[in-house]
């Protein structure tokens, strides 16, 4: 079982839509949280960060951490085009761990 | 600033060839990493810095070298390249290996190798 796991989609829905992306991992450990967004054939870069559980908004975008479960999302409220991406989650267990990143969820807001 | 920059962009080998890749960061940061992104495994941690002139393994270090002999460079070395070495290389940086919301890890744009 991979640590770290992400429906890879592809997701596809309309400009203005709500869009969840989601990520289940395996180890308790992990404490920090982070959403990622990489563009075609760009680097990734850093979207969202949390610590523990709880709800973090920026803007258009709230990142939710549920550790019970060991399940996190990403919410992304009036999506548009420019939102189409490839979006990773990524975990930590102590702020100065390795970053275990998910293998993305492919998403395609469509105008 | 032109932030994190890796040299080549694309790049096609024969097995058993060897290459060096590049990357350089012009923010001062601390840390330097690289990684291969390949489909539906993510992005994984091939080795990594925390200063100039030390080096570390990461997830997935065989068949790959490092070296960081000054502070904004940091080459990944290939010495007999095989086709399951085919993939994305993505270098990034940051200032130190603390994670919070003002230390970011900061990516290159990639390089992509592939290897017959």
């Known amino acids: 079982q991979k640590e770290v796991e992400q429906d890879p989609g592809p997701l596809s829905v309309p400009e203005g839509a709500i869009v969840s992306l989601n990520c289940t991992y395996s180890?308790?450990?992990?404490?920090?949280f982070m959403w990622y967004r990489q563009y075609s054939r760009k680097g990734p870069e850093l979207l969202m960060y949390?610590?523990?559980?709880g709800n973090k908004e920026d803007g258009r975008f709230t990142a939710q951490v549920d550790k019970s479960s060991k399940y996190i999302s990403l919410f992304i409220r009036d999506s548009q085009p420019s939102d189409s991406a490839t979006y990773l989650c990524?975990?930590?267990?102590?702020?100065?761990?390795?970053?275990?990143f998910g293998p993305g969820t492919s998403l395609s807001v469509i105008p | 600033n032109a932030g994190v920059t890796q040299t080549p962009k694309f790049r096609v080998l024969k097995t058993g060839q060897s290459m060096t890749l590049l990357c350089a960061q012009d923010?001062?940061?601390?840390?330097m990493y690289w990684y291969r992104q390949d489909p539906g495994m993510g992005l994984r941690l091939i080795h990594y810095s925390v200063g100039e002139g030390t080096t570390a393994k990461g997830e997935v270090p065989d068949g790959y070298n490092v070296s960081r002999l000054k502070k904004q460079n940091f080459l990944l070395g290939l010495e007999s390249a095989a086709p399951s070495q085919t993939s994305v290389y993505f270098c990034a940086s940051s200032y130190s290996g603390q994670v919070s919301s003002y230390n970011e890890q900061f990516f290159g744009p990639g390089t992509r190798l592939t290897v017959l």
């Open positions: 923010m001062n940061h601390e840390y």
């Open positions: 949390t610590y523990s559980s």
């Open positions: 180890n308790s450990a992990f404490q920090y």
């Open positions: 990524a975990m930590m267990k102590t702020s100065y761990d390795k970053v275990i």
